[in-house]
């Protein structure tokens, strides 16, 4: 199958460490997205990739927060120095051009 | 699992009536809309979108209402089904940007 994958599904650390999260989206999909979501609320856009060219940052996005997708592929999501208010779910969505946005099932993430 | 929204306004419907999911949505210069399923402890799932050069949709039981005037969108959902329990989301695209901005969601319920 060829879904949206993320890893890890859960994620525990405690304050001030840093975390990365990983984003495998379909098959030549083009353009990938980072959102966070918390409870109660919709997915937060956090970034845009259209291949490798991060194109657009949402000011949610603060300098601890780095993402990459060096080869066009894979994406990754770091957080530095987490903090307790980092926790929230995760979620990459991909697609090809102009249209629908797949999800994948998001990364869990618990700062203690 | 994990609960997607804990204090949503939620929807509650006979099994094999029809539902109505309603959402206002915020930038008059949006372009393009979609809806998601979203069920506890995955990612959110495509259901339908529709552009802004239109003003219905029609999917397998599914239908989506676009009102530009009043900025609102509806999801219709015919002859519900205990497997269309979940939250649902509508997210709109403001033109010339890769934003998407994602309501807050309603929680449906179908009683059997």
């Known amino acids: 199958d060829t879904g949206v994958s993320q890893n890890p599904r859960h994620k525990i650390t405690k304050r001030g460490q840093n975390v990365t999260f990983r984003c495998d989206p379909i098959s030549e999909h083009n353009r990938l997205y980072w959102y966070r979501q918390t409870l109660g609320q919709g997915p937060e856009f956090l970034t845009y990739?259209?291949?490798?060219?991060?194109?657009?940052k949402s000011r949610l996005l603060s300098d601890r927060f780095s993402a990459e997708r060096p080869k066009g592929s894979f994406s990754t999501l770091e957080i530095q120095r987490t903090e307790q208010g980092d926790s929230a779910m995760y979620l990459c969505a991909s697609s090809f051009g102009d249209v629908v946005q797949y999800f994948g099932p998001g990364t869990r993430l618990l700062v203690l | 699992g994990e609960s997607v929204g804990l204090h949503l306004p939620t929807l509650s419907v006979q099994e094999g009536d029809n539902s109505i999911i309603n959402c206002a949505y915020s930038?008059?210069?949006?372009?393009?809309f979609i809806w998601y399923k979203q069920e506890s402890g995955k990612g959110p799932q495509f259901i339908i979108d529709?552009?802004?050069?239109?003003d219905k949709r029609q999917g397998q039981r599914v239908t989506v209402l676009l009102n530009k005037t009043v900025k609102h969108l509806s999801l219709q959902i015919a002859a519900t089904q205990p497997g269309d329990s979940a939250v649902y989301f509508c997210?709109?695209?403001?033109?010339?940007?890769?934003?998407?901005?994602f309501g807050t969601g309603t929680r449906l319920k179908v009683l059997a």
């Open positions: 529709i552009r802004s050069n239109m």
């Open positions: 990739f259209q291949n490798e060219a991060q194109l657009e």
């Open positions: 997210a709109e695209r403001v033109s010339g940007t890769y934003k998407y901005i």
């Open positions: 930038n008059s210069a949006s372009d393009y």
